[in-house]
C-alpha cells in the first residue's frame, strides 16, 4: 500500500506529466521515465516541495536543476536510442542525466562544481542508476570515450565548441543553448562529415552560463 505521502507525490508528478503533454511534449518513453523518478531527491535545500512544480530551481553554488519541460524538450529533440553513447556537459543534480540512463543510453556526464559533481554522484548511485560521471571542464569534452552518438550541454555557450563536435560520431546529434549570458537560442546540431556540421533553432530558453575553455571565462 502506498504511504499518503507517496500518493501525494504520484498525484503531483501525474500533473506535471499532463502540464508537459500540454506543452507539446509527445515522446511518451521520455513521459513515462520522468513519471518514474523522483525529482524530489535530486532538488536539495528545502526545494523538495516544489519538486513537481514546471521550473528551475536552485541546487547551490548558484546553479539550477533544469525546468522538466526544458528536460523533456531536450531528452525528446535528441531522439536516444537505447545503447547510444551520450555525453553530458553540466550534470548538474544529476537529473537529466537520469533521464538519458532510463532511456537505455550509455550516459557520461562532466560537472565543473565539484560539490555537485560528488552530490549528483551519490544520489544516482542511490537510486542504483548507472551514469559515469566526472569534475572537470566540460567545454572541451571527455575524449577517452569519444565519439559520441549524441552530446547534451545544459548550461549555456556562447557559440559551439569544437572540441564537442570533434567528439561527435558522423551523424551524430549535439544539442545546446547558444547565446548571450542571460537568453540562448536551443540549437540542434548534426555533424556531417569531418569538417562540416548543420544547426537548426529551436527556440529561446534561458540556462545558466557555460564556463570554461570553449565557453564563457569565469568572472573573477
Ligand atoms: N543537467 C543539469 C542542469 C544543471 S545547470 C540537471 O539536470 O540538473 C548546468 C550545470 O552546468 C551547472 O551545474 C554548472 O556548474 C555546469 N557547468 C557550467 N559550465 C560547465 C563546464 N564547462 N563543464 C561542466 N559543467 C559546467
Do not use: C
Amino acid at each position: 500500500m502506498q504511504s499518503v505521502k507517496s500518493s501525494i507525490i504520484s498525484e503531483e508528478r501525474n500533473k506535471l506529466i499532463d502540464q508537459l503533454r500540454l506543452r507539446g511534449i509527445t515522446d511518451e518513453n521520455v513521459l513515462a521515465i520522468m513519471n518514474s523518478l523522483p525529482r524530489e531527491r535530486f532538488v536539495g535545500g528545502g526545494f523538495e516541495k516544489k519538486a513537481y512544480e514546471d521550473s528551475a530551481l536552485p541546487i547551490g553554488l548558484q546553479q539550477t536543476i533544469s525546468q522538466p519541460y526544458t528536460v523533456a524538450f531536450m531528452t525528446q529533440m535528441l531522439q536516444i536510442q537505447p545503447g547510444e553513447k551520450v555525453l553530458e556537459i553540466g550534470t548538474g543534480s544529476g537529473y537529466q542525466a537520469a533521464v538519458l540512463a532510463k532511456l537505455g543510453a550509455k550516459v557520461y556526464t562532466i560537472e565543473r562544481h565539484f560539490e555537485l559533481y560528488k552530490q549528483a554522484r551519490q544520489i544516482l548511485a542511490e537510486l542504483s542508476i548507472q551514469v559515469f560521471t566526472r569534475q572537470g571542464d566540460g567545454t572541451i569534452g571527455w575524449k577517452d570515450n569519444a565519439p559520441y552518438d549524441a552530446i547534451i550541454v545544459t548550461a549555456g555557450a556562447p557559440d559551439v565548441p569544437n572540441s564537442l563536435v570533434a567528439q561527435l560520431r558522423i551523424g551524430g546529434r549535439m544539442i545546446l543553448p547558444i547565446g548571450d549570458e542571460k537568453t540562448q537560442m536551443l540549437t540542434l546540431v548534426r555533424r556531417i562529415d569531418q569538417e562540416h556540421y548543420e544547426g537548426h533553432n529551436l527556440g529561446e530558453f534561458r540556462f545558466v552560463p557555460l564556463v570554461g575553455k570553449e565557453g564563457w571565462q569565469e568572472k573573477k
